[in-house]
């Protein structure tokens, strides 16, 4: 399985991507609007079932690793869950990534090739409330605010409202 885009490679986690996985769970830049930092056995548990085969059916994450074309470089992962009909999507990316278009760029070529090779053509994002800068890449891939959901997390001993976007393909 490879996805690509202009300027981007995503193929499927492996056993050597856990430095990368563990930095994007535990640094503070990358985690601060999206969840409390986990335990080291919730995280290798949380990686432990991203490294399994993925299929259309199947109720684990897709995790596939985002690498840049031209240097090779992984910089963040991107991936999706089926629940209730539609794919959970998500991402994360290191911090000296940010702001560049990475997000929106892997995000569609993610759904592009849900569409065009698992006839996938529904699908949702959960972002935190205060998080803009998820909120601005999911609006850019054409996804729509359709719920709030108050005190639907917490994150630091604060509660936030997720903010619940769709997108049919």
């Not at 999206?34 to 059916?57: G, I, V, Y």
């Not at 702001?99 to 698992?118: R, V």
Request: glycine share 8%.
């Amino acid at each position: 399985m490879r996805v690509t885009s202009a300027r981007l490679e995503m193929t499927p986690l492996t056993q050597q991507d856990w430095p990368l996985f563990q930095l994007l769970h535990q640094t503070p830049e990358v985690i601060a609007q999206c969840f409390d930092a986990p335990t080291e056995a919730e995280l290798q548990q949380k990686f432990q079932s991203r490294l399994q085969p993925w299929h259309k059916d199947a109720s684990h994450w897709l995790c596939l690793v985002m690498r840049q074309l031209d240097t090779g470089k992984a910089i963040g992962v991107t991936g999706m869950a089926m629940a209730e009909g539609r794919a959970e999507v998500g991402y994360l990316l290191l911090p000296e990534f940010h702001g560049q278009g990475f997000g929106t760029e892997s995000l569609q070529a993610l759904i592009q090739w849900a569409a065009n090779t698992q006839e996938i053509a529904r699908f949702k994002a959960v972002v935190t409330e205060g998080n803009i800068a998820s909120e601005r890449v999911l609006q850019k891939a054409g996804f729509k605010l359709v719920a709030k959901e108050p005190d639907a997390h917490s994150i630091g001993g604060n509660h936030y409202a997720d903010h619940i976007y769709h997108f049919d393909a």
